[in-house]
């Protein structure tokens, strides 16, 4: 399956006021490796295994593969990733004909704030809200699996 999506930073919390669902997420990476990064995932009471294929030039579109597993198979596979555990609150609001889900994250990459669009096709137009900020998409320091390498909160310093 491809993926096709496009990344923002976010201006404000009044999407908080918008969203119609929200969850905590806890994930870890078993490969970082661009080419092919291997993701553990445990949203709520479920699990998760996916595997991202490298993104196109421009960072919007690339090949996804993703199951549910038990959450004991989660737990257990958690234990053995790579150092760098990414907790975030994963907010889902609707805009337009599209959902914007916007990660808040926590420990080292607390005061981070991204929102994600997954789109129909590369140049599709969408809503975009009043906290929507500068769009991030192909920027590879805001890939999940590299804010596990290189957490926001070391950007600073």
């Known amino acids: 399956m491809l993926e096709i999506e496009r990344k923002f930073l976010v201006t404000s919390d009044s999407y908080k006021k918008e969203a119609f669902k929200n969850n905590r997420i806890v994930q870890g990476f ?5 080419e092919r990064t291997v993701r553990v995932r445990i949203k709520g009471d479920q699990g998760f295994i996916t595997v991202k294929g490298i993104s196109n030039e421009a960072g919007t579109i690339r090949k996804e593969w993703e199951k549910e597993i038990t959450l004991e198979d989660a737990e257990m596979l958690l234990e053995l990733c790579e150092e760098g555990v990414i907790d975030k609150m994963r907010y889902e609001v609707n805009a337009g004909n599209h959902i914007f889900e916007i990660d808040e994250f926590f420990g ?3 005061g981070l704030v991204v929102a994600e669009i ?10 975009k809200p009043s906290w929507l900020g500068e769009e991030v998409t192909g920027q590879v ?8 390498k290189n957490p926001y909160q070391l950007w600073k310093k």
């Open 30 to 34: 078993l490969n970082t490796n661009p």
């Open 118 to 127: 997954e789109l129909s096709e590369e140049n599709e137009t969408f809503l």
């Open 141 to 148: 320091k805001y890939y999940n699996s590299q804010l596990s």
């Open 108 to 110: 080292k990459n607390l």
